[in-house]
């Protein structure tokens, strides 16, 4: 498929759970009327060449368990709505643009446990504590961005329980980094 996502695909009463628009050449952007499949479980829209913001009303789709936009050109800060998705199991956005900080509110995303893919993207300082609560969560990718400071405790603390990858911009001579004790695998900080 090539263009943008067929305005046809957002409709009110949307009956749609599964979305897997994957490797494809889709381009433009996640269009706001994102809100109106309130029954979407799954979302998979990776390696394609979407662009722009991710829109605050993908918060609304309190139904979504799957989220993957890896290998696009998305940009701007990740909404801070995203963190009242509490049924994702998975979110995977690496690869992308994606600036900003990452959001404490994704500390309320309690039913994580497949992981969170936040790796190369353009995230900047520090690494939130309240992803520490995220005790189901298996996999945490973080390297290839602008983070720094020290790895919060209650994230290390997670590698003692079900917490088996865990990554980070740790090692090399390149400044930001993340002072981390606890990674799994220490990336150098790429320019």
């Not at 628009?21 to 996640?30: A, C, D, I, R, W």
């Not at 979302?43 to 979504?64: A, R």
Request: hydrophobic residues 40%; proline residues 5%.
């Amino acid at each position: 498929l090539m263009g943008g996502i067929p305005s046809s695909l957002y409709w009110e009463g949307s009956v749609l759970s599964n979305v897997d628009l994957s490797n494809n050449l889709l381009s433009g952007t996640l269009s706001k009327e994102i809100r109106t499949l309130r029954n979407l479980a799954l979302l998979l829209l990776d390696n394609n060449v979407m662009s722009g913001s991710l829109p605050k009303e993908i918060g609304d789709l309190s139904q979504m368990t799957f989220l993957s936009l890896s290998n696009n050109f998305f940009s701007g800060p990740i909404p801070t709505e995203m963190g009242q998705l509490s049924r994702l199991r998975v979110i995977t956005i690496s690869r992308n643009d994606i600036n900003g900080t990452i959001p404490s509110e994704f500390g309320a995303l309690i039913s994580i446990d497949i992981g969170l893919s936040l790796h190369s993207n353009r995230f900047e300082g520090a690494i939130p504590s309240e992803l520490g609560v995220l005790k189901r969560m298996d996999t945490l990718l973080m390297h290839n961005n602008f983070l720094s400071g020290t790895m919060p405790v209650e994230i290390c603390n997670l590698r003692l329980g079900l917490l088996r990858v865990l990554t980070a911009d740790c090692a090399g001579p390149g400044l930001p980094k993340v002072n981390c004790s606890c990674c799994t695998a220490c990336f150098p900080l790429s320019s």
